[in-house]
């Protein structure tokens, strides 16, 4: 009877001890499982979050493409509007250099006819003055004029004789002097058509300067937009290649975070498996248990009417013990888991030269409608930040000499004597054998042959200021 009690007792442990392991083990699964869902549900917070950065930094990759799309396309226009501009320009820039050319020959021809007028005067003055000698060769001769001549004649053929002398004489000096003064007044006729038309043809040009002046400043505005154009497009590319920059490391942490919530739920699953194999073994455990206490309870039945119930109580006791222990050994092997030289173009210096043509001469000044030769150059240098003084023989100090055949646009040529101190002109070569200068009071400033200039007014030196 003891030994059935303890059998009892016994079988009442190992189940309360069961029992308890599985509790443990439930809370431990429990808790492990909770954790897991924590971390899934974290992982899936991160990985909406990352979506939605994903959708938000899409939606300003799609922006910013457009964007850099419609500046393209702006800046194409903006190209092709500048190349126009520029064709314009160059357009203009010929025709204004074939309106210098014909200004530059008008001025030659209006200085070969002054030239040719003052050869005429000097032919006048010579004739009334060999017509006054003879004038006074009679007077001293004691004749009165053409009339003394003809009285004083001894008889009537001698009268006729010296009225036909006097007649071709008379004749003679008239039509030389007539001649000579109309040949003058027709020169003077010419010279004045020619400066006329040199007049037209310098506001001609005027007013193409100052469409080249417009073409200029909007070539600059077109050029300044697409400068402003090509910025903004290479912080529209910058923001991209960033905004890709982002995207790549979404996409990454997108793929760490899937991967990670992947392995989470895979462990998640696999301990849901495990937890059902365990769950499943435990109730065969316990399926195992019962059926051996009912057969220790029919064994201990048994040996009440049996002599040898000692002999079986202590097999079926070890038996059962050993058993106990094999299943408290499988219950507790469960696996569970946890830049003073300048540099650049000099066409603001010949531009301004060419915008000061038609204005007038004005010593010591040194404006762009009136100046002096100094204060033209003076203010073309200015353009390129070259300060030179307001005198022409202190201007002569500057820069390099060159030879006169290897003038280039830009070069300055002084006339004077040998000496600078004896420089008293300055005038700035254009190119194609002209040159602009502030001459004279009369003339202004013009546009001229450099040959024909030097013609007349001896060259000292030709600086270049910029190489």
Known sequence: MYKIKAAIAAAL????CCMTIVDNTDRYKNAAATEIEEQISEYEQKLQEIEQKENELNNQLANTADSIENEQERQKILDEQIQNTYDK???????????????????????NAEDSI???QVE????????GKRLRAMYISGEEGYAGVILDSRDFYDTLMRVELVKRVAGYDNEIIENLIDLKKQQEAEKEALEIKQSEITDTMHEYSSELSDLQEEKDNLQTLYEESTKSLEELEQWQNEYLAQQQQLNADKNDVSDTLSDL??????????AEFERQQQLLL???EQERLEQEQNNSNSDLANEGVND????????GSQENNDEDNSSGNVNTSAGETYSGSLDPVLDMARSMVGGSYVWGAATPTASDCSGLTMQCYAKIGISLPHKASMQASYGRAVNYSEMKPGDLIFYGGTSY??????AIYVGNGMIIHAESTRTGIVISNSDTVAKYNHITVIKRLVE
């Open 13 to 16: 442990a190992v189940i309360i």
């Open 286 to 288: 316990e399926q195992m």
């Open 312 to 319: 079986v109580d202590d097999d079926s006791q070890t038996g």
């Open 124 to 131: 006048i003055d010579k004739g009334i003055e060999d017509f």
């Open 421 to 426: 101190s004896s420089i008293y002109h300055v």
């Open 118 to 120: 003052e050869k005429r």
């Open 265 to 274: 739920e895979q462990q998640k699953l696999e301990e849901e498996r495990q």
């Open 89 to 111: 320009i160059a357009a203009m820039q010929a025709y204004i250099s074939d309106l210098e050319v014909e200004i530059a020959d008008l001025d030659t021809q209006i200085r």
